[in-house]
C-alpha cells in the first residue's frame, strides 16, 4: 500500500521561507518519479516541481525560487521554498508514479503580504 504523507506547510509573510516534506511508503523515491502540485481556491491543481532520478523539472513560476530534493535513506522528498510570494498560497501536494499516480493528502501554504 502506498502512502505520502506531506508535512511542513503553514503561514509565512511574504518573503519568507518553507520546506515541505514528503514521506513515502510503499513506494521508492529514489526510483520513481516524484513531484510537487499545488492548488489554489479556483485554480486548477498545478505543477510545482518534479525529480526523477537526477533531474529535476521546475514550473516557471518557482524557478530560482523553490528546490526540490530527496532523502533516499528517509524515503522522503522535499521542497524548500523561498522568497515566497501571496501568489504561491496553495494546497500543496505530494505525487509518486507508481503502477498508478498516487497523492498525498496535502498540505496548506498561506503566504501573508
Known amino acids: 500500500q502506498v502512502q505520502l504523507v506531506e508535512s511542513g506547510g503553514g503561514l509565512v509573510q511574504a518573503g519568507g521561507s518553507l520546506r515541505l516534506s514528503c514521506a513515502a511508503s510503499?513506494?521508492?523515491?529514489?526510483?520513481?518519479?516524484m513531484g510537487w502540485y499545488r492548488q489554489a481556491p479556483g485554480n486548477q491543481r498545478e505543477l510545482v516541481a518534479t525529480?526523477?532520478?537526477?533531474?529535476?523539472n521546475y514550473a516557471d513560476s518557482v524557478k530560482g525560487r523553490f528546490t526540490i530534493s530527496r532523502d533516499d535513506a528517509k524515503n522522503t522528498v522535499y521542497l524548500q521554498m523561498n522568497s515566497l510570494k501571496p501568489e504561491d498560497t496553495a494546497v500543496y501536494y505530494c505525487?509518486?508514479?507508481?503502477?498508478?499516480?498516487?497523492w498525498g493528502q496535502g498540505t496548506q501554504v498561506t503566504v501573508s503580504s
Open positions: 505525487k509518486g508514479a507508481g503502477f498508478r499516480d498516487y
Open positions: 525529480i526523477t532520478g537526477g533531474s529535476t
Open positions: 510503499g513506494i521508492r523515491v529514489s526510483i520513481n518519479a
